[in-house]
């Protein structure tokens, strides 16, 4: 680092009852906490002493800064990037835009340009918000500090920005005065606001909303990295503006995201524009103001770190999820259950705030609900809440009624990016929670018991012997129905009793195993014709999506390339159960019959 810059101290110690700092910093300290160094001019060492109960051995620990010296014909420009950002309310309802909170800009990207607006030096805030740029002395200059957490050297390393979906997907920075560098060190301070007047927002000053954001993923990727500190994140880009409002169709370009979401499209997939356009993977969040009346998720941190949870889920676990609209309370297919329960989960765990909460109608109302409390009366292995519920008492350090584990986050990310990418089963409750078991052994009382409390019966990653199906008017158990290739057809039955698209019972489980590789062919057939008549769809599962068939008719077929050994799910659904637009008088609960054949 330069001369002038900073440093955030983060310490944490165990079963001691009193520190003591030296060298570099002085004094009696709290036993853990965070503590931002004045500015350094020479290389420093700080050092802490902890200690635990009378005769016991203090420990100490020192960390290195080191600073380079400035060239000759330099000058060093220092300070601090900072953004407002707006809390919610103490009291009542809602954001206080009125009270913003000055808040550190963290590793986001600072330049140093000259007249003509070329970089003349870079450099990357600390966890203090603290920069400190060379540049040649009386020079005429800038800084720039860019919406924008970059480090591609070595391992760990990411690639985070928030850019402009509505304006070109433009990168959000905000600049300072253009002035000389002078013969002598300099402090250059840069902060990002709110662009709140006291009744409204105006909307070409809203600069903190993207430094907002960022600063939200950074907590997310610490609460990574405190797991696996070498972790490499693949590249993510966070679309905000200010027309980013809910919508029926997803026309980024103009400001239709659906609501906040994150989206890793496949190989082929367009967004909804016209024309229309390759889709971009990222999250994208809601910021239309709509003078009061819209939805704005800039400042709702679990909002966004819900969102960077999916991120997660898509790139470095598995989620078999089929999405579609969710709240808490409904019964929901497991995949959508459990990835949904796993982004409230991780929100809490990312701002250590179990606390969820979502601002609505401009600044003046909020929904959320608390990852603690069991106040869901819909208990299983289809109710978001009973997921997140489960995940957060895994990690939370609270002792509870029910609740007797502390793993904290480590084993519970080693389960996500290990096993939960690799089950044969789709991903869900049963499958993560099997694995989860498995590799904490002598916890395994107390994590059933969580499940246990959660109405989740399940005992393998199949969510064998499960009994609990919110009484559906047709059966759904068991979850996974077994074939035996050649063996003849089974009956399974669907329900719409729950809704449509991605709820309870709109879709079935069956699996069969190979024991070399052959091809196949799945037939299914609507038994019972109604109104409208039958039209099953099939879904070959591989430890993914690997095959699709869902032409219309009371039959449907899908035969295969060869597929290699292993363990396969059919999923089936007629369309009428997984179509939001079909009436709920149009068809009731729905039979089929599938047979599997080898080739």
Known sequence: MLPGQSVALTWASTNTTSCTASDGWTGTKATSGTETSPAITASTTFTLTCSGAAGSTPATKSVA????????????????ITFDRIPF?????????????????????????????????????????????????????????????????????????????????????????????????????????????????????????????????????????????????????????????SSDSFCPDTGDILTSVYFGFDTGDTDECSPAQPGVDGIYIL????????????????????????????????????????????????????????????????????????????????????LESDTDSVEGSYAESSVFQFLWDLFDDATESGDSVNLGFAPIWATFIGPEKTTDALTSIYSYSTALISANTSQASAIRALLTREEIAGNNAFGANETNFANSTATLSPIYTPLT?????????????????????????????????????????????????????????????????DNTGKTESLTTGTLTAGTYVIEVADFSHIDTGTPASRRGDTCMTVSVTGL
Not at 66 to 76: C, D, E, I, L, M
Not at 187 to 193: E, I, M
């Open 65 to 80: 800064v080191s600073v380079t010296p400035v060239q000759a014909g330099n000058v060093v420009i220092s300070g601090l």
């Open 89 to 245: 309310k103490s009291v009542g309802q809602g954001l206080d835009p009125n009270q913003p909170v000055e808040s550190p800009a963290r590793q986001v990207t600072v330049e140093a340009l000259d007249a003509s607006n070329g970089v003349v030096a870079t450099t990357s805030t600390n966890s203090a918000g603290s920069y400190a740029l060379s540049v040649t002395q009386n020079t005429q200059v800038k800084i720039r500090a860019k919406a924008q957490m970059t480090k591609t050297d070595t391992a760990p390393t990411w690639d985070f920005k928030v850019l402009n979906n509505t304006n070109g997907d433009a990168l959000y920075a905000i600049d300072g005065a253009l002035a000389t560098s002078g013969t002598a060190a300099s402090v250059r301070n840069l902060r990002a606001a709110s662009g709140w007047t006291g009744t409204t927002y105006v909307n070409a000053q809203r600069a903190a909303a993207a430094f907002a954001i960022l600063d939200t993923v950074y907590k997310a990727k610490e609460l990574v990295r405190s797991a696996v500190p070498d972790t490499v994140f693949p590249a993510l880009s966070l679309f905000w503006s200010f027309n980013n409002k």
């Open 485 to 549: 290739l050649g063996a003849g057809g089974v009956s399974v039955c669907g329900t719409r009793q729950f809704g449509t698209g991605n709820k309870l019972g709109n879709r079935r489980f069956l699996t069969f195993d190979l024991a070399t590789s052959r091809a196949v062919r799945i037939d299914v057939v609507g038994e019972v014709a109604g109104t409208p008549d039958a039209d099953p769809d099939i879904g070959l599962w591989r430890r993914g999506l690997i095959a699709l068939a």
């Open 287 to 370: 910021g239309d103001y709509a003078s009061g009346g819209g939805d704005t998720d800039e400042f709702d941190q679990h909002v966004v770190a819900h969102e960077f949870g999916h991120y997660l889920e898509d790139k470095f676990s598995r989620t078999d999820s089929i999405g579609g609209m969710h709240q808490v309370g409904d019964k929901l297919d497991l995949r959508v259950a459990f990835g949904e329960g796993w982004g409230d989960a991780f929100s809490g765990m990312a701002l250590n705030d179990p606390q969820y909460k979502d601002s609505q109608s401009g600044v003046t109302a909020q929904t959320g609900f608390n």
